[in-house]
């Protein structure tokens, strides 16, 4: 393990070289190992629970799903974590909004029960710029499949392809960061690292060490796993059936994209239950309550949305 944390081997056509790593490169490769490590363990516990709960005894598969809404995140210095983190509110908070608002309005029209419109705030504008052809995980997608690409190339890019974007805009000193403006706050995120995170790539002696454990839960995680590929239960809802239900996350998929689809398919499910929202604020410190009240006004005037 010491060896291939300092080490990796590059393959030419008919030899093996092993080159002694870099002190940020071996950080970095120690960082993406850990991660792996934790997301095959968990989506082989998953793997493990769904067969449990699977009965076999009828086509249907009833369940009730708790969902822990991320927060929305804004910081100082905000980098891919908290983008990937506000893309999947800005899902969220879509969903709750066609809910909550269309599908209720639309059934008052129906009943013809008379009410005052609600006008709320559209934010599938906002999900296009992240998530559509040519849109920001598109174009770092395309950066990280270039040998050469950077993140300072990556944003500048961004700033041609999305200069008239209302939900995208470019700092007035600086070219190394951009600004989405989304349904709760306008964030201004960092663009160093964003290639690094999105690839973060595994040293494949670091994946053969796991696949040869003699631990045998580890051996059987890291074997049945490859790639990350994990099946669903065996029984799968008809209506969820129109995405594939297997989803392979091989190393060659970026995080970005397994976030996106991962979140897609998250989205499906939710489509097809009865959802009930519960809202929540943790008042730890008096700073955390300052924020969680500016958030929450902030939402309510994006959403129009009075008490």
């Known amino acids: 393990m010491q060896k291939w944390l300092c080490h990796k081997t590059l393959k030419a056509r008919n030899e093996t070289v092993v080159m002694t790593l870099k002190r940020h490169d071996a950080v970095a490769g120690l960082d993406a190992f850990v991660k792996h490590i934790y ?145 709760a706050d306008k964030v201004s995120y960092l663009c160093h690292g964003f290639i690094a995170k999105n690839l973060d790539s595994v040293n494949e002696s670091h994946i053969n060490l796991l696949r040869t454990s003699t631990l045998p839960q580890a051996g059987e995680a890291f074997t049945e796993l490859e790639g990350g590929t994990i099946t669903s239960p065996k029984k799968v809802p008809k209506n969820l059936q129109r995405r594939n239900t297997t989803s392979t996350l091989t190393k060659k998929r970026t995080v970005g994209a397994q976030f996106k689809t991962s979140l897609n398919l998250l989205m499906d499910a939710l489509t097809t239950t009865v959802p009930h929202f519960i809202r929540a604020f943790r008042g730890e410190v008096a700073r955390k309550r300052f924020l969680q009240v500016k958030y929450r006004r902030k939402s309510k005037d994006h959403n129009r949305i009075t008490d």
């Open 39 to 183: 997301a095959s363990l968990f989506l082989w516990i998953v793997k493990l629970l769904n067969c449990s709960l699977t009965t076999g005894k009828s086509d249907a598969v009833n369940f009730i799903g708790i969902l822990d809404i991320y927060g929305f995140e804004m910081f100082e210095e905000n980098s891919f974590e908290q983008f990937c983190i506000n893309y999947a509110n800005e899902k969220l908070q879509q969903q709750f909004n066609q809910h909550v608002f269309k599908l209720e309005q639309t059934e008052y029209i129906k009943e013809e029960i008379t009410w005052s419109f609600i006008d709320f705030y559209d934010n599938q504008p906002c999900i296009d710029l992240i998530e559509k052809k040519m849109g920001i995980i598109d174009l770092l997608d395309e950066q990280c499949r270039m040998n050469r690409g950077t993140d300072e190339n990556w944003v500048q890019i961004l700033y041609k392809e999305h200069s008239d974007c209302q939900h995208f805009e470019q700092p007035r000193t600086g070219t190394d960061q951009f600004v989405i403006v989304h349904y």
